[in-house]
């Protein structure tokens, strides 16, 4: 079985901020791990992923993600929050044998503040 | 290339009733995955569809079902609608569901009265 936990539901930083945003999985085979980003009344985007090798995985709008297998988190970081990140972020995870079935967090709402 | 589409975007239904909704997924992805996005459970997976057939299955009662077309195109299907059911239902498509990135179409809103 796997799971997904991301801690905070709702986080909020001021534009210019780092943006930390976390998630803590559980998976008794190795995970392939994904965030996501959701817009109001828009499907998921796909925002970084990790499958396997390095674990530093970069992104797309400058997110960045780090897999540590000792601890089961993969966090999503920004070194400065824009306005536009204002958004809904979801982590998930699935892995090799269990095809397009992805087990998702509860997401976590970002707010950014001018 | 054009991206997951899913129609219809808005639907209302009245309990009892049955709906029918779609997802062309992007072209050359051959597996299809349903979700259900509700306030309260969050993103629930439904099932997954790969080359015409029903390869993963959430938990779901047998009002909800599925199927895969031969060009990837796949229709869900809920049968006598509840209340519950009122939900952003997601669609995603990846080249085989091993581990690649799922593709998100934009969601059908469905809503029971």
């Known amino acids: 079985a796997q799971s997904v936990t991301q801690l905070g539901s709702h986080v909020s930083v001021s534009e210019g901020a780092l943006v930390l945003l976390r998630c803590n999985y559980s998976?008794?085979?190795?995970?392939?791990l994904f965030w996501y980003v959701q817009y109001p009344n828009q499907g998921l985007q796909l925002l970084l992923k990790y499958t396997t090798g390095a674990t530093l995985v970069k992104g797309i709008n400058g997110f960045e993600a780090e897999f540590k297998k000792s601890e089961t988190s993969f966090h999503l970081t920004k070194p400065s929050a824009h306005m536009s990140d204002a958004a809904e972020y979801f982590c998930?995870?699935?892995?090799?044998?269990?095809?397009?079935?992805?087990?998702f967090g509860d997401g976590t709402t970002l707010t950014v503040k001018p | 290339k054009a991206g997951v589409t899913q129609t219809p975007r808005y639907l209302i239904k009245t309990r009892g009733q049955q709906v029918t909704l779609s997802c062309s997924p992007i072209s050359g992805h051959r597996s299809v995955s349903w979700y259900q996005q509700t306030p309260g459970q969050g993103l629930q997976f439904l099932f997954e569809y790969f080359s015409e057939t029903q390869r993963n299955k959430g938990n779901f009662p047998g009002r909800f079902s599925g199927r895969q077309f031969s060009n990837s195109r796949s229709e869900m299907n809920v049968s006598t609608l509840e209340l519950g059911d009122s939900a952003l239902y997601l669609c995603a498509s990846s080249l085989d569901g091993l581990g690649y990135e799922q593709y998100f179409g934009p969601g059908t809103r469905l809503t029971v009265t």
């Open positions: 998976s008794s085979v190795p995970p392939y």
């Open positions: 998930a995870v699935t892995h090799g044998t269990n095809a397009g079935k992805s087990t």
